[in-house]
């Protein structure tokens, strides 16, 4: 059966999905830079980049697309490649597969009337099918817009666990240390994060390290006091990053608003602990399942506060859970998974 993926970017994450798993499969990317600066090799084969093209080579380039392949997986629904492919699966028999990371929320007003209306048609059709970057709210978003649940499989956010592992337990008699990855900006919510880790740990041998950078890099650092054990180490990449994660005991995450977040699979893989808001997509996956760290009310700084006094007063049920995110990332969240979820999906556009 012949399948294409058109990807939004190519991230890191991307690249070494579509490298582990995808192998020879054709790729689009719809734009040929990733926001993710730290890519440093975009460079992968049978791959089209549609901003080195002409939108008349881009409009030719999906008709094929539409006409050669049985099964199309698109990442997202509101690009006009998708809606072009949607509507050439009324004269050809194909599958579209929507991968999606977004977890359901309630719209009001306008706007829910146009995406109720637009979803609705575009669910209701048999030949698309619903790929959820994970489970509950993820794939809620399909059932609430119409979408049958046999049409709904799991395609689990995925990044490479091997680049990650650390085996080995961390020395009990080391400095506690937390760590805080991403970009800097007011989604994270970093300020609360600083504020409540001053409030318990100023002048102590506990740390906050964060990685990362962005449009309140300068206003975070004023707001740390220049505090010893508050330490920004800018963007990192690569083994740096990697490093980051090993000298860690806990990453902590307190956005107000995040599809997914990878840094949470890449800190389970690397045997932290996971300290998140419940507005962290990858909180009921992750962390709650597998029992891998604590989720806390979105905004709620003494419920934090709490929490980070608890991770360092227990420092054995912190490792404890770091071991249950580390089994779950090898035996239930890795790409051997992620290829049974795939296997079930063409079988599915096998059959039918």
């Known amino acids: 059966m012949k399948m294409h993926v058109i990807c939004v970017e190519p991230a890191p994450y991307t690249l070494d999905l579509l490298k582990n798993i995808y192998g020879e499969t054709s790729i689009t990317f719809l734009h040929s830079n990733s926001k993710a600066v730290w890519t440093s090799d975009s460079s992968i084969a049978n791959a089209y980049y549609c901003d080195n093209n002409s939108w008349l080579q881009n409009l030719c380039h999906f008709i094929q697309i539409g006409l050669n392949n049985r099964f199309i997986i698109s990442n997202g629904y509101t690009h006009w490649s998708f809606q072009l492919l949607y509507l050439m699966s ?15 929320s309630e719209k009001v007003g306008v706007k829910k009337i146009i995406k109720t209306l637009y979803l609705g048609s575009v669910f209701s059709n048999k030949a698309i099918l619903g790929l959820s970057g ?6 809620d978003l399909f059932l609430k817009y119409g979408m049958d649940k046999h049409r709904i499989f799991l395609l689990p956010m995925m990044i490479d666990n091997l680049k990650y592992f650390r085996p080995e337990k961390r020395d009990s008699n ?11 900006i007011p989604e994270k919510n970093i300020e609360m994060l600083l504020d409540a ?5 100023m002048n102590s041998n506990t740390q906050l390290i964060i990685v990362g950078s962005g449009m309140c890099e300068d206003a975070l650092k004023n707001r740390s ?3 010893e054990n508050i330490v920004f180490k800018g963007k990192l990449i690569g083994e740096e990053l990697i490093t980051c ?12 608003s995040e599809k997914w977040g990878l840094v949470v699979n890449e800190a389970l893989a690397s045997r932290l602990a996971v300290l998140c808001s419940n507005a962290v997509g ?13 989720v806390f009310n979105t905004g709620n700084q003494d419920e934090l506060e709490r929490l980070l006094i608890h991770c360092v007063e227990h420092r054995e049920e912190v490792e404890e859970k770091a071991k249950n995110g580390l089994a779950f990332m090898k035996n239930n969240w890795s790409y051997k998974n992620y290829q049974h979820s795939l296997d079930e999906i063409k079988n599915y ?3 039918h």
């Open 90 to 104: 009324f004269f050809k028999k194909m599958h579209i597969g929507i991968e999606s990371d977004t977890p359901y």
């Open 134 to 139: 994970g489970n509950g709210a993820h794939m």
């Open 174 to 184: 080391k400095s506690f240390s937390f760590l805080c990855v991403g970009r800097l």
């Open 197 to 201: 880790f001053k409030n318990k740990f």
């Open 225 to 227: 006091d220049s505090a």
């Open 245 to 256: 994660y090993h000298h860690a005991d806990v990453l902590v995450l307190p956005s107000v």
């Open 282 to 294: 990858a909180a009921s996956d992750l962390v709650i399942k597998p029992d891998a760290g604590w």
């Open 349 to 351: 556009v096998t059959t």
